[in-house]
């Protein structure tokens, strides 16, 4: 029997997907590269924005009758027996919280044969280990741990609340012997997951996230530590300290602002005021002089005027961010803003996203300009699929650089710049000595 995953969304949920590959390979399964050999086709749905959750409509609606399809995540969670209604081709749902329990679905499906058995998207109250140690991987040179699920913040405009349920957070030992597992395989990087991680805390042994970054740059052997996603303003001197403590910890954080002015982020429900975020930004700045930022800014939230629109637009100027992920604001049913009057319109909001993502490109083009001429370090994390000899890294702030090498992924190198555009680096390996980890 042969089964097809299909991700869409988040890194937690690409994580999800692959614990779930692992799952159905355990019980003798095979996982093919497309979908039209495959006997079961599990659509891991992302509910974050509307566009993106139509998509797993339009693609469950092209898949020949003759599949299972499954559909997982957080349109399955959110949306429920809805989605059986909207697609007669999708044959059973699954929550975000019972991936898990995949392979007893599977089975369920098989001996059944009926239409909505296995219907399982209740959510349950606590962390949910999935397997140890996780094989079947995607990269082998970036390791993703998810160290939390859910979130308990309700910003205005997001379904995650709904479709990820309250916070939960995994134990540490178990982050922990995931972390050395991995190191043990020989990733370079652990980049740890959850929708709100710097809130993490594991009651039991009184540690906070800080903690847990403190113990695992002092006894995990890769060269960099990362995490997504933080909200700005969570215990952020005690994150100050550890980043300056531990070079290991990658001096690149993404915090989300939304938007540049109060009043908005009021109305959204972020606990920051516009001044408090750029004080966190310079304190954070002021102790780590390299550390850099990225970003992701909703555009058109519902209310929101030229003037509140000006003020994003001068706070990325401020904070001139490695790299921003901007959105038309998608009401999202389950939400507070579901209900806000909504009058702008998409021409107004279309024009802002574009002088946003303008703004953007010419901070980028400016900051790699300053690049080119010096040599950075960078992790190689695979070929280049478009030009072979071609290989694409990675600096510590998260730049792509492209170049040509005899090594392949997994091994850190130097590159001397030598061209530059707003989205990447282009330049050639050279010899010397790449720096250590120490404190
Ligand atoms: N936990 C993270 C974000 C999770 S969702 C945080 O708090 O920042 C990822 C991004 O999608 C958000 O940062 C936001 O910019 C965007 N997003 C979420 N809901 C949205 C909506 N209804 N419309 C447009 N963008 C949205
Ligand atoms: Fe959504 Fe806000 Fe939670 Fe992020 S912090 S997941 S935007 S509710």
């Known amino acids: ?166 916070e939960k957070h995994r134990p540490f030992e178990k982050i922990m012997e995931e972390a050395a597992y991995l190191a043990e395989k020989g990733y370079k990087e652990i980049i740890l997951l959850g929708q709100n991680v710097n809130n993490w805390e594991d009651k039991e042994r009184n540690m906070k996230f800080t903690d847990l970054l403190d113990v695992m740059a002092q006894r995990i052997d890769v060269k960099w530590i990362r995490f997504i996603t933080s909200y700005p303003g969570y215990y952020d001197n005690e994150l100050i300290a550890v980043m300056a403590k531990h070079r290991k910890i990658a001096r690149n954080i993404h915090f989300p602002a939304q938007s540049g002015s109060t009043r908005i982020l009021k109305k959204m429900n972020r606990i920051y005021t516009r001044g408090q975020y750029l004080d966190i930004i310079r304190r954070f700045k002021k102790r780590i002089p390299d550390i850099t930022f990225s970003s992701d800014f909703i555009v058109g939230y519902p209310g929101e005027t030229g003037n509140d629109f000006k003020l994003t637009l001068s706070l990325v100027k401020k904070v001139e961010y490695e790299n921003i992920f901007s959105f038309i604001y998608s009401p999202r049913k389950h939400t507070r803003a579901f209900k806000m009057e909504d009058k702008l319109s998409l021409e107004v909001k279309k024009q802002r996203l574009y002088e946003l993502q303008e703004l953007q490109r010419k901070i980028q083009l400016k900051n790699n300009k300053a690049l080119a001429g010096s040599t950075v370090e960078v992790l190689i994390t695979g070929k280049n699929p478009k030009k072979p000899g071609d290989v694409i890294g990675r600096t510590v702030s998260y730049r792509v650089v492209n170049f040509k090498s005899g090594t392949g992924a997994g091994e850190f190198t130097r590159v001397l710049i030598e061209h530059v555009g707003p989205y990447s680096l282009r330049g050639r390996e050279v010899p010397g000595r790449l720096s250590g980890n120490s404190n």
């Open 1 to 166: 029997m042969n089964f097809f995953i299909k991700t869409y969304g988040c890194q937690m949920n690409v994580n999800d997907s692959e614990k779930m590959q692992h799952i159905l390979e355990n019980k003798g399964l095979t996982i093919t590269r497309d979908e039209g050999s495959a006997d079961i086709v599990i659509i891991n749905s992302c509910a974050v924005r509307e566009k993106p959750q139509d998509k797993i409509f339009s693609y469950a609606g092209r898949l020949p009758k003759d599949k299972i399809i499954i559909v997982a995540g957080c349109v399955a969670q959110a949306e429920k027996e809805k989605i059986l209604e909207r697609n007669p081709n999708i044959n059973y749902i699954v929550g975000t919280h019972q991936y898990y329990q995949i392979d007893g679905i599977v089975d369920e499906i098989l001996e059944t044969r009926n239409r909505k058995t296995g219907i399982k998207v209740q959510f349950i109250r606590q962390w949910q280990e999935a397997i140890p140690g996780i094989d079947a991987r995607t990269s082998h040179v970036s390791g993703y741990i998810s160290i939390m699920e859910g979130c308990n913040n309700f910003c205005s405009y997001c379904i995650v609340p709904f479709a990820r349920g309250r």
